[in-house]
């Protein structure tokens, strides 16, 4: 029998029709995630063609890019403020009811991020073919499930006939040795392996991370690598699912349950890469190496140590451009740089796990002046669990601004940005040029490095705050 990686495993599984020299696969899918922001053509078409969703069973409709933050505009009866997205939401509702789509609407307690929710429910499941349109798809990788983001024209194939065409992607295998420093998180490693890498060093190609460090990563952690392997240009990033995924898992609204449980255990048991599985590529990081990462330019690759300086790349006009919009200098170091706004949240790091390391960096310490402190939950399960277990009041009491669920100032498009010059640390994923809003000026880093730097009011190591 011939060794297989994960990924041809899970492939294999769901391929209808073989790709040819001429013609891409069929590939069925399992989960459709849709939103606002990527579905109202899609749906347009169908009822154009008088065609109806294939397996609303297999479809699961939410909101999130451009549903506001502010409570009084979900639930206070204020109308939501920004008409492009008060749009949005209504065609996503009059869709959804026309169709028969099942819709996590706005004011629904289960409702958040798509990449969040998805997981947080028990859809998102190991060994299954997950798309959406949306990039960050590539989160649902981290519980072994082969996701990936679509174009909206894709969103209406999916609708229609529940598969898609694809050319078979190259595998690559990121080992990561080691054990993670304290004060180094999954963020800092994932922006390490994109510096590493860079942007287009998975181009063409489904990573799949492995090895000691990851193994040791919680389901959140995991989610967090898996969320930004699209930011290295992959298609889609994976981890074999074991029993951190199967414990995560057990018990969620959409998960297996009794018997059904136990097949499906035993089913994903065997979604691993066989011993001499050969992958395209292969790269090893050693994470003991690593320390919080930060990034200075205008894409995620650039990106050095937080205890690092800007690089200087004479004769490199994108990389000057870069820095130029950024108002940094090369040889510049970071650290103790003034920031004006500090972002948490995101599908990348606005889990509970990473609030509550927020939280322990703001405990009894306050927003410094003139620093907008934002927090964002991912969802609303997470916004409840948050305030329960205290880190809302936490960041409250420190001057942050709590928000519902969405995301937000990830990409600006609910009201949620930040000014034209002013430097953010994010904790989302993207720092491209006028992401934020215009001008605005993204510095990615972890959920610790934006609290800490949130409190000194610049780029602060947050391992300084965490003792
Ligand atoms: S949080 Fe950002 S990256 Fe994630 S789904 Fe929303 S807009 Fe996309």
New binding site residues.
Partial sequence: MTAKTLFEKVWERHVVVPESADTPAVLYIDLHLT?EVTSPQAFEVLRSRGLKVRRLDRTLATM??STPTDTAQIFGGLPIKLESAAKQVRQLELNCAEFGVNLIGLKDDRRG???IIGPELGATQPGKTIVCG???TS?HGAFGALAFGIGTTEVGYVLATQCLLQRKPKSFAIDVTGRLPAGVTAKDLVLAIIGRIGVNGGTGHVIEYRGPAIEALSMDERMTVC?MSIEAGARAGMIAPDETTFEYLKGRPYAPQGADWDRAVADWKQLRTDAGARFDKQVTIDASSLEPMITFGTNPGMVTGITGRVPERPGDAVFAKSLAYMGLQPGESLRGKPVQVVFI????N?RLSDLELAAKVLEGRKVAPGVHALIVP?SQQIKREAEALGYAKIFIDAGADWRES???M??G?NGDTVDAGLYCVST???NFEGRQGIGARTLLASPATAAASAVRGRITDPRELLG
């Avoid at 949240?345 to 990348?348: V, Y």
């Fill in positions: 939103h999130d890019h991020i798509v990449h949306d990039s960050h989160t969320n949240g995101s599908c990348t606005a991912g969405g995301c937000s990830c990409l498009m989302s994923n993207r």
